[in-house]
């Protein structure tokens, strides 16, 4: 039962950014959550772009809501447009930029735009990245393949799976269509095998010691002790 429920609440997910790429524009917008509240379901777009997202006067938003209502039985779906803090660890964003500038300056100078592009993603401060770019569009007689790669990543396990940004774009040119892939490890992730070994500081307490001046006593001499025992017999 709770299987069933994991899988048609991805399905729907699915289905639900796929709509919402066709209402607005792919490139506009990063990725999309959905989140249950008492008053309905509440859907955040995030996106590097929130102007091309809302529209004129939230014409967009508007359109979607009423869209969302009568086509996946949404009571009081609540859309909201959400900037990406850093679209340098985006790796949608950073895909989407590539394919951009494929389409405006074309295939030839892949490898500068995969070498700034990964300078860019490292200067963001991310743990490691990697572009694949592919195809039969890439201008290459040895490789239809180039990998720009720098940092820590991790190709397989749980961090792979589940903590890494990743997503696939695809440019279509004359020439053919590149593929492009791309990889992030961000500076958030906390690695299990990242031990850090804390020294702990020894305070030295201070303990000091009062001494006590004790004055020496005078020895009293023979005839002090002889005068003075005089003068204490009646």
């Not at 749980?158 to 020439?175: G, P, Q, R, Y």
């Not at 299990?192 to 009293?220: A, M, Q, Y």
């Given at each position: 039962?709770?299987?069933?429920?994991?899988?048609?609440?991805?399905?729907?997910?699915?289905?639900?950014?796929?709509?919402?790429?066709?209402?607005?524009?792919?490139?506009?917008?990063?990725?999309?959550?959905?989140?249950?509240?008492?008053?309905?379901?509440?859907?955040?777009?995030?996106?590097?772009?929130?102007?091309?997202?809302?529209?004129?006067?939230?014409?967009?938003?508007?359109?979607?809501?009423?869209?969302?209502?009568?086509?996946?039985?949404?009571?009081?779906?609540?859309?909201?447009?959400?900037?990406?803090?850093?679209?340098?660890?985006?790796?949608?964003?950073?895909?989407?930029?590539?394919?951009?500038?494929?389409?405006?300056?074309?295939?030839?100078?892949?490898?500068?735009?995969?070498?700034?592009?990964?300078?860019?993603?490292?200067?963001?401060?991310?743990?490691?990245?990697?572009?694949?770019?592919?195809?039969?569009?890439?201008?290459?007689?040895?490789?239809?393949?180039?990998?720009?790669?720098?940092?820590?990543?991790?190709?397989?396990?749980?961090?792979?799976?589940?903590?890494?940004e990743k997503t696939i774009s695809v440019a279509h040119l004359k020439s053919g269509s590149i593929g492009i892939k791309v990889s992030i490890?961000?500076?958030?992730?906390?690695?299990?095998?990242?031990?850090?070994?804390?020294?702990?500081?020894?305070?030295?307490?201070?303990?000091?010691?009062?001494?006590?001046?004790?004055?020496?006593?005078?020895?009293?001499?023979?005839?002090?002790?002889?005068?003075n025992g005089k003068k204490e017999r009646p």
């Amino acid at each position: 039962m709770i299987e069933k429920q994991i899988v048609s609440k991805k399905v729907k997910e699915n289905l639900l950014e796929g709509y919402v790429a066709e209402q607005i524009s792919s490139k506009a917008y990063s990725k999309i959550e959905i989140k249950k509240t008492p008053l309905g379901e509440r859907i955040l777009v995030y996106t590097s772009k929130p102007g091309l997202v809302v529209g004129r006067a939230g014409s967009n938003i508007t359109k979607l809501t009423k869209n969302l209502k009568t086509k996946f039985d949404m009571e009081n779906p609540q859309v909201e447009v959400v900037e990406l803090e850093n679209p340098d660890l985006d790796a949608k964003s950073i895909a989407d930029r590539i394919v951009s500038s494929f389409e405006r300056y074309g295939p030839k100078r892949f490898k500068s735009i995969g070498y700034r592009s990964l300078q860019n993603i490292m200067d963001a401060e991310a743990l490691g990245a990697e572009i694949v770019i592919s195809g039969r569009g890439v201008p290459s007689s040895r490789t239809k393949t180039w990998r720009f790669s720098a940092g820590h990543l991790k190709k397989s396990g749980d961090i792979s799976e589940n903590h890494m940004e990743k997503t696939i774009s695809v440019a279509h040119l004359k020439s053919g269509s590149i593929g492009i892939k791309v990889s992030i490890l961000t500076p958030d992730v906390k690695l299990p095998d990242d031990i850090k070994i804390r020294e702990l500081e020894k305070e030295e307490k201070e303990i000091k010691v009062e001494e006590k001046n004790e004055e020496p006593k005078e020895e009293k001499t023979e005839k002090e002790i002889k005068e003075n025992g005089k003068k204490e017999r009646p």
